[in-house]
């Protein structure tokens, strides 16, 4: 027997009253009663495994009650206790009761506990145990383990060995237990005889998981020796993007040094110039001030012969200056000198957003047929988004007469009749629209709306986070208020699953943010606030959706930049992110379960497969969307609707687009 198997992984030792999570490891009741009260917060709705870390759901319940609710691992415990006989000195139980340690003889097979010889005295007179098998213990240690171990006992009935099993209700019984609840059971037989019976779906159950244990073993390595080759690749890529970095600044220091250079050519000319007419015009400047020195002087001081001589003299040089003071008369300023941009190279600035993309072949995380794990894989691995921009499209303007602010639309729905509902933020409205997007109703709210979803035929329900509530309408020939239900928090995303009359609603401002479960009425009926890695899950989940089974929720988390997937018992089927993802908002569902996520930081719509894996980039900024919000898949899945948030000075605007 392998003894690792029979040691708490939290104080490793023997492990002592076992009991077990959901993933079957076992602990001291004791030990995981202990870390639970050191990690344990009273909002936690899972309990990550201290081994493989899957996580077992909580409810929310105090670390002292979900311990005692931890159901006991019997076999598990017996072996413990066998492990212990076999290879350590035993201690009388009874003994121990009484906190004395004295050394036992003998081991009671029905009672499961060693005795010193004085209580080996006591439990021989003793009316209900005289009858007892003992062992000694020197033989226990030589005896086969098989041999040792008991069988699990009745919690209803005390010493009542599990040695029935009952059809009726699928459980192990104790002889009591058949005469008392299962009086009336008609298909009772001895756990023998049910193992026997079900001896091969037994074989089939050790096949699948020593098949499951080769497939994870095989994955685990070949994922293993992958990270040599992504120490290897990854920096060959990075030194490739450097070389395209260098390449690009090659060529532009090549075109900078020639328009440097030009640049420099035209300075010379113009200073040349410049310097030239400094010089010629200072030397006019100093002649033309003598002679008007002269002629000062000549009139005050000289005779009229001086002053006929001097003036001949001035008007003969003035004659030969006239050419030169004239080209001077009006100061022409040379040229003014600009630097324009070379057209091609500002388109290509202007459209840049990458220096190239991560193209994938071959097998790696992206192909892989299953299923994610429990604890699920972020899909990093993506294809290269190829197709044709822009992509064709149709728009109309939602706004409406009495709309006093631009239209800001958060919540679109597709009805069965194929109107359309949306939730304007801006102007607090809902707004109906008929196929061809003409306007058929809309109904003023005192609070704004933030998302829609569809109860029944014609029923929505709507989110009014301000106000704390949620408002039922009946959508006829106009828009009719039915019902209203109050919520805890605020509340923004919304979903509604008909098959089990549950709402789900997002609290991205709670604390901490979280998702409500709601019965058709309102009634809370779970808190999910799941963590991660010893921290919130989500920071700001804003819309959600259930799946087209209704046991899974799609969460995108805008402050997270993903798309995160998880069962109502917190278990995370996947994270979806993507480079070209960022800020995602609005999600929508096809009839084939692909989620359209929109990327509002991003300007991008991406289409994802059921497991979280990348389809295609279905939009992106080329095809004219600039920070998208809201979008729904039409009720005949022929189109989807998309709304643009009030930044892009568009949100007037629903976007319509082919599936």
């Known amino acids: 027997m392998d003894s690792s198997f029979v040691t708490c992984k939290l104080c490793a030792k023997n492990l002592t009253s076992p009991c077990h999570l959901d993933c079957l490891h076992d602990f001291c009741r004791d030990c995981i009663q202990k870390e639970l009260t050191q990690t344990f917060s009273s909002k936690l709705s899972a309990y990550s495994c201290p081994v493989c870390k899957q996580l077992t759901a909580t409810k929310n319940k105090s670390s002292e009650k979900w311990a005692e609710q931890l159901p006991p691992s019997d076999f598990v415990g017996a072996l413990a206790e066998v492990h212990r006989l076999k290879n350590e000195d035993v201690l009388c139980t009874p003994c121990k009761r009484k906190r004395k340690s004295t050394t036992g003889s003998k081991w009671c097979r029905s009672c499961h506990e060693a005795l010193c010889k004085s209580c080996v005295e006591v439990h021989d007179s003793l009316k209900t145990t005289m009858k007892h098998e003992m062992m000694d213990l020197n033989e226990a240690k030589t005896s086969e383990t098989k041999s040792l171990v008991y069988g699990p006992n009745c919690t209803i009935h005390d010493h009542q060995g599990l040695t029935l099993f009952c059809e009726d209700h699928d459980e192990l019984i104790c002889p009591l237990c058949a005469g008392a609840k299962h009086k009336e059971c008609k298909q009772i037989r001895t756990v023998n005889e049910e193992v026997k019976a079900k001896s091969y779906e037994f074989q089939e159950a050790s096949s699948k998981s020593s098949s499951q244990l080769q497939i994870a073993k095989k994955a685990l390595v070949s994922t293993r020796s992958s990270i040599s080759e992504v120490d290897s690749t990854f920096p060959n890529l990075r030194d490739k993007i450097r070389s395209v970095r260098n390449r690009v600044d090659e060529i532009l220091s090549k075109c900078e040094k020639k328009s440097t250079e030009e640049l420099g050519r035209l300075e010379n000319e113009y200073r040349g110039k410049l310097e030239q007419d400094i ?92 299923s994610p794990t429990k604890n699920g894989l972020d899909d990093n691995n993506r294809k290269s988004p190829e197709r044709s921009y822009p992509k064709e499209h149709r728009e109309f303007s939602v706004r409406t007469r009495s709309d006093e602010n631009a239209c800001v639309i958060t919540g679109i729905l597709s009805l069965p009749t194929l109107d359309w509902v949306f939730c304007d933020k801006g102007n607090s409205k ?228 082919s599936v």
């Not at 200056?321 to 008369?329: C, G, I, L, P, Q």
């Not at 709402?503 to 479960?517: D, E, I, K, M």
């Open 430 to 657: 809902l707004k109906l629209f008929d196929r061809q997007f003409q306007m058929k109703s809309e109904h003023i709210m005192q609070q704004s709306p933030f998302d829609v979803t569809l109860m029944e035929d014609q029923i929505i329900a709507v989110t009014i986070p301000e106000n704390m509530k949620i408002l039922i309408y009946k959508i006829m020939a106009g828009i009719n208020l039915q019902e209203e239900i109050k919520t805890k928090d605020r509340c923004f995303g919304i979903s509604y699953t008909s098959s089990e009359n549950k709402f789900v609603v997002t609290c991205p401002y709670g604390s901490p943010a979280s998702l409500r479960l709601l019965s058709r009425n309102g009634e809370e009926l779970m808190n999910l606030i799941p963590e991660e890695n010893h921290g919130s899950l989500f920071l700001r989940p804003m819309y959600v959706r259930f799946d087209a089974s209704g046991n899974s929720l799609l969460v995108s988390d805008s402050q997270r930049n993903r798309v995160t997937a998880i069962t109502r018992s917190v278990y995370r089927r996947f994270h979806y992110t993507h480079s070209n993802m960022k800020g995602p908002r609005g999600l929508a569902l096809a009839a084939n379960g692909d989620l359209f996520v929109v990327g509002w930081g991003s300007d991008s719509v991406h289409r994802v497969d059921d497991a979280g894996r990348f389809r295609e980039e279905v939009l992106c900024r080329h095809d004219g969307i600039c920070s998208p919000q809201a979008v729904c898949v039409s009720f005949d899945q022929s189109q989807f609707a998309l709304s643009l948030d009030d930044v892009s000075c568009r949100s007037d605007f629903i976007l319509i687009f």
């Open 279 to 370: 010089q010629k015009l200072e030397s006019l400047n100093a002649e033309s001030s003598h002679t008007n020195q002269l002629l000062d002087h000549v009139k005050r001081f000289g005779t009229d012969g001086h002053i006929l001589q001097c003036m001949q003299q001035v008007q003969e040089r003035s004659k030969s200056n006239s050419e030169a003071f004239e080209e001077y008369r009006e100061v022409k300023k040379l040229p003014k000198v600009s630097f324009a941009i070379n057209r091609q190279l500002d388109e290509v600035l202007r459209s840049l957003s990458t220096l190239g993309d991560l193209v994938i072949d071959g097998e790696g995380l992206e192909s892989k047929k299953s």
